[in-house]
């Protein structure tokens, strides 16, 4: 639908001062969001998901070390104990009026999160029996999907939500077990499949062979539930038990060496739970990698009891930051010189510069995060090395482009090639794993990757621009095969709750429009690919509100993300595509983007979050600094294609 033409045609969206005011406000704003350091961090939600499996991982330590990791104020608790009864009363206190549990404060209950929560209010029996209510109401929850709570019931429940990825399905049911909930003894654990903890100990070359059935960054809890599973339920295979006996040593090495300095297995909570809990219940509660999880539980807990999805998301929140701010060309006018090097140096010095213990990723590559949790990706490696382009232009100034950041972009630019999968798309760790999701190409990262070759291309030595030539070209014939018939592109890591299939479109389409031209020195993919924007344009264009917002597709309730994300692309393939006139279409539905934008940030003021993030196993949150940075980002494009 068109978007509704604004009363005032003005309205300060024609390079008038209050759209001027506005723009700079919002940057602004987001340059102020920055840390000491010189970088931003940003703050994720709280996670219902995440605090169940905190309790319950606390909880089971605790019980099997049957002694006090230290007392405080007197209480005669230990601080474990006391981590987990916060996080208990957390989610009391957080439940959804239907009284189950979603995986933020803003989502709608699921059967996977409420599980989870089902389970870990039980861990702790004298605070379950003072709120009995809250018990009860999480059963009645769960029986409206699983009318009767029986063990094979839930099994087969989960199961059905993630098919044949059982990274996700295992570990829930496994928590399941371990809270009680299926009853005592062998039993409890005969109704779900056995995670082969075995094959850890084959070399990480065969793992792409092996047709694993959990994603490749689910190692840690592969080895962890496979053991405890193992413990709880040997096999009555003599062979297959003393095998799996052999190797339980060598696979427990193998988990701390890719358990990384914090603790925190990815930074994330629930699989660091997750391991932390199988291996306390099979008498490992004292073992190294026990003890690091459960101390960076202890760190990462907030004030209110609670714990996120994830650390943080400093690498990428940074690099969305810097091309936000410089996609206008007025870096210098938000961020002052000597504040570009600081950020930049800060950048340049999380590029990994050794295999990484954990996918065995090569150096050159980037994480989510400066913590040693984070694992080189491709989607943050793509992310660095765009933001390191536009912190170093070539104007002569101490800020300009040097062969050290040239030689760092090169190294980043073959990793990327080098994980380019044979569909000519990139996926997120591993080149050729498997096809599940998270390991199989993607749409809005081989975008992402194709802008950073565009990039740096004319810096590079002659070989390289030909062998991003020849990447371009695969790449730009994945987007073309994986378009929609209705011209939309489905992302891997943003989706919408409100979406019948969780998915967004709208985030990949306006990932891919802003490829531009693909010059892949072939006409005819170029031609074909540029007739797919075309196509993509449209459709954004079609999804617009009367008010002139966007959601993840045409019946979605527009949020600032997902509006910020359509006025960028849409700006975005103006620049990209000039025309004269301009299509008076697009820039009208810029104005109305804008306008939109305006109005539900209080010209600039406040920025509340949605959660259209979509982390590992369709775990949703929202980062408090996404509309902000979306925003900033639109309206910097915006204010060069208005009339």
């Not at 000491?36 to 909880?59: P, Q």
């Not at 990480?204 to 059935?213: N, V």
């Not at 209110?304 to 810097?322: N, Q």
Request: proline content about 7%; some cysteine.
């Amino acid at each position: 639908m068109r978007p509704k033409k604004a009363d005032n045609p003005t309205l300060g969206f024609k390079n008038g001062p209050s759209f001027e005011e506005f723009v700079d406000r919002v940057a602004t704003k987001l340059a102020s969001e920055r840390e000491d350091s010189g970088h931003w961090v940003g703050e994720l939600s709280s996670s219902a998901l995440s605090t169940a499996t905190a309790v319950c991982a606390l909880t089971l330590i605790i019980r099997h070390q049957g002694s006090c990791h230290g007392t405080s104020g007197g209480s005669g608790r230990s601080d474990l104990d006391q981590l987990a009864r916060r996080g208990w009363e957390w989610l009391a206190n957080h439940q959804n009026p239907d009284g189950g549990y979603g995986d933020t404060k803003k989502s709608p209950s699921n059967i996977s999160t409420t599980t989870l929560c089902w389970a870990a209010l039980s861990m702790i029996p004298d605070l379950a029996a003072l709120h009995p209510a809250v018990v009860e109401s999480v059963e009645k929850c769960l029986r409206r999907d699983i009318p009767e709570l029986t063990p094979q019931a839930i099994a087969e429940t989960i199961s059905e939500r993630y098919g044949i990825d059982r990274t996700f399905s295992v570990p829930i049911l496994t928590m399941c077990a371990l809270a009680g909930k299926f009853g005592d003894g062998r039993s409890a654990w005969e109704g779900f499949p056995t995670l082969p903890f075995e094959l850890a100990a084959c070399p990480h070359q065969l793992f792409s062979l092996l047709g694993l059935p959990v994603v490749s960054y689910a190692l840690p809890a592969l080895v962890a539930i496979g053991q405890c599973q193992h413990h709880h339920r040997p096999s009555r295979n003599p062979l297959i038990r003393g095998f799996r006996a052999l190797t339980r040593k060598m696979t427990l090495r193998v988990l701390a060496r890719i358990q990384p300095e914090s603790g925190g297995f990815l930074e994330a909570t629930p699989l660091t739970s997750f391991v932390a809990m199988s291996l306390a219940s099979c008498t490992e509660e004292n073992n190294v990698v026990t003890k690091k999880a459960a101390a960076f539980l202890q760190r990462s807990v907030r004030g209110d009891g609670s714990w996120p999805i994830d650390t943080d998301l400093a690498t990428w929140v940074t690099t969305l930051s810097i091309k936000a701010l410089a996609g206008g060309g007025r870096l210098h006018k938000f961020l002052a010189e000597d504040d570009q090097l600081k950020v930049r140096r800060w950048l340049a010095d999380q590029q990994g510069t050794t295999v990484h213990p954990y996918t065995h990723a090569a150096p050159g590559a980037w994480a989510w995060t400066d913590l040693t949790g984070g694992v080189p990706d491709g989607d943050d490696t793509p992310g660095a090395l765009l933001a390191l382009r536009l912190l170093a232009p070539e104007d002569g100034s101490k800020n300009a482009t040097d062969p050290d950041l040239v030689l760092r972009a090169e190294k980043g630019i073959v990793w990327l090639l080098d994980l380019q999968n044979r569909d000519g798309g990139i996926p997120t760790f591993c080149r050729g794993w498997g096809k599940l999701p998270f390991d199989e190409s993607s749409p809005d990262l081989t975008a992402h990757a194709l802008l950073s070759w565009k990039a740096w291309k004319a810096e590079l030595p002659k070989p390289l621009q030909n062998r991003i030539l020849a990447a371009t070209l695969r790449g730009g014939k994945y987007l073309v095969s994986r378009q929609r018939e209705d011209g939309a592109w489905i992302p891997l890591w943003f989706g919408n709750q409100d979406e019948e299939l969780q998915q967004n479109p709208l985030y990949g389409t306006s990932r891919v429009l802003r490829v531009g031209p693909l010059d892949s020195g072939n006409k005819a993919t170029d031609a074909a690919f540029r007739k797919a924007l075309d196509r993509g344009l449209d459709w954004v264009l079609s999804i617009q509100h009367e008010t002139g917002g966007f959601g993840g597709s045409g019946h979605i309730t527009p949020t600032i993300e997902e509006t910020a994300l359509a006025v960028e692309s849409l700006a975005g393939f103006l620049q990209d595509h000039p025309s004269d006139p301009p299509s008076p279409r697009v820039l009208e539905a810029i104005q109305g983007g804008c306008s939109w934008l305006k109005e539900n940030t209080q010209e600039g003021t406040i920025f509340p979050p949605a959660p259209i993030g979509l982390y590992f196993a369709k775990l949703w949150y929202h980062e408090r600094l996404y509309p902000l940075i979306f925003t900033a980002s639109a309206l910097e494009r915006a204010r060069q294609v208005l009339p």
